[in-house]
């Protein structure tokens, strides 16, 4: 079977730091996304890890581990407009040929 | 980075209509397009993979009778919803598979969604 679990919610503070993980057991995996989407609109692509360790893009780094089926997300001085949900999706190389399986995704309150 | 566009972007039709979607990326080919459906507060679901020049394979679940999808050019995919009801009112979003420089640059676009609202 196919799963993506993430937290369903987070709280943070302007400015700091937070990490949204992620763990998966998919079929045939091809790699992990992590999309943002603000309500109402279609997501956008933050980040793609095919291989193990640390992508850094920004104020975003997003992490893979192979072997343990898990990714985080990671925001560093936060702002305001972060607000959003992240998804986690995976990759599968099944008979769909590349079609994403979704998480639940996340949704982060960004505080002042 | 790259552009998947979608039109139009909100349709209000009345039952028994026909709504066709277009969902087009704008500086890359993509041979393979996805389309996904997102009711409020929930995650996106996969309806379909629309595959240029063949035909498009459908989720468990999903009518392919119902929702017909064509892939006419390595840019352009349509979703047309036929005989629309009420209860498929929902947020429709394409995403296009851009391959990049080879299978470690790959990544999807999605485009910005077209909102349906069957009365």
């Known amino acids: 079977g196919q799963n993506i679990d993430q937290p369903t919610e987070m709280t943070a503070t302007e400015g700091a730091i937070v990490q949204i993980n992620c763990t998966y057991q998919t079929s045939g995996f091809n790699g992990l996304f992590w999309y943002q989407q603000h309500a109402g609109e279609a997501p956008t692509f933050l980040s793609y890890?095919?291989?193990?360790g640390l992508e850094e893009k920004g104020r975003f780094s997003s992490f893979l581990s192979r072997s343990k089926g898990y990714s985080y997300l990671l925001l560093k001085e936060l702002q305001m407009k972060d607000s959003a949900s992240y998804l986690c999706a995976g990759m599968n190389y099944g008979g769909s040929q590349g079609n994403l399986i979704f998480g639940k995704g996340t949704k982060l309150s960004v505080k002042p | 980075g790259a552009v998947v566009s979608q039109h139009p972007s909100w349709v209000i039709c009345k039952s028994g209509t026909s709504v066709k979607i277009e969902c087009r990326s704008l500086?890359?080919?993509?041979?393979?397009m996805f389309w996904y459906r997102q009711f409020p507060k929930q995650s996106l679901m996969l309806m379909a993979t629309?595959?240029?020049?063949?035909?498009?394979?459908?989720e468990q679940g999903v009518e392919k009778d119902k929702f017909l999808i064509n892939h006419a050019s390595l840019t352009l995919s349509t979703l047309t919803v036929t005989s629309a009801h009420p209860e498929d009112s929902s947020f429709y979003i394409c995403?296009?598979?851009?391959?990049?420089?080879?299978?470690?640059?790959?990544?999807?676009?999605f485009g910005p969604g077209t909102r349906l609202l069957v009365l």
């Open positions: 629309s595959n240029e020049g063949s035909k498009a394979t459908y």
């Open positions: 890890n095919v291989l193990d």
């Open positions: 500086d890359f080919q993509a041979t393979t």
């Open positions: 995403s296009a598979r851009d391959p990049g420089g080879g299978w470690y640059q790959e990544t999807q676009y």
